[in-house]
């Protein structure tokens, strides 16, 4: 069974703050993802990655970096937190082309 | 610039009835097009895809038409069961994925 997992469901952090948000899948894909949904804007992509140590950035990477050092982990950096931040921060895993894209169960962050 | 639009933000249908959920999108280029249900403070969980060399897919309740002339598809579930009352994001994309800003499913027992 397909499973994408996210270090945590809700997390709060101050103005300033680094962040880490962490996903892990147990697929052996290649291409992971990380997106934001916001009320009306569904949902936009941050970054992904297609390999080990490859990131490309998707439409909204500014104050965001990511790392992906083993196949099956990859993660999303917010360098110092901002309240424009604050958002459910969706993770998602697909072996490769014009295949499923499966995502994890989201982290709700808020940022004060 | 919106490559994926869903223009409904939201749908009410009532019970047994069709729904149909639409999405336009503006790249000739994408290929591959799914479509996700998502309920609230949880991921999206895919429902069904389509190839840009169908026009067509199948899937139960669930089935995707996808016209590349008009740059379309829409979703159609038949019949709706109240189950069903989700948020329905479509994506399109070749390597990475665009996705709509969905439209609210409500179906009215």
């Known amino acids: 069974d397909v499973k994408v997992t996210q270090s945590s469901r809700y997390l709060v952090k101050r103005t300033g703050e680094k962040v880490f948000l962490e996903c892990v899948q147990d697929?052996?894909?290649?291409?992971m993802f990380w997106y934001r949904q916001d009320p009306g804007l569904g949902l936009r992509l941050i970054y992904f990655?297609?390999?080990?140590?490859?990131?490309e950035k998707g439409d909204i990477p500014e104050g965001y970096s990511v790392s992906r050092e083993k196949k099956e982990r990859f993660s999303l950096i917010l360098e110092s937190a901002s309240t424009n931040q604050t958002s459910m921060y969706l993770c998602?895993?697909?072996?490769?082309?014009?295949?499923?894209?499966?995502f994890g169960p989201g982290t709700r962050l808020l940022v004060l | 610039d919106q490559q994926v639009k869903q223009n409904s933000p939201s749908l009410s249908v009532q019970e047994g009835r069709i729904s149909i959920l639409n999405c336009d999108y503006t790249?000739?280029?994408?290929?591959?097009f799914l479509w996700y249900k998502k309920y609230p403070a949880e991921g999206p969980t895919f429902l069904i895809s389509?190839?840009?060399?169908?026009d067509k897919n199948e899937d139960g309740r669930f089935t995707v038409f996808l016209n590349k002339s008009a740059k379309h598809l829409s979703l159609h579930i038949v019949p709706s069961q109240p189950g069903d009352s989700a948020v329905y994001f479509c994506?399109?994309?070749?390597?990475?994925?665009?996705f709509g800003t969905g439209t609210r499913l409500k179906v009215l027992a």
């Open positions: 998602a895993s697909r072996p490769g082309r014009k295949e499923t894209q499966y």
């Open positions: 697929m052996d894909h290649e291409n």
């Open positions: 990655s297609y390999d080990v140590k490859m990131k």
């Open positions: 790249n000739s280029m994408f290929d591959y």
């Open positions: 389509i190839s840009s060399i169908k």
């Open positions: 994506a399109a994309g070749t390597y990475k994925y665009i």
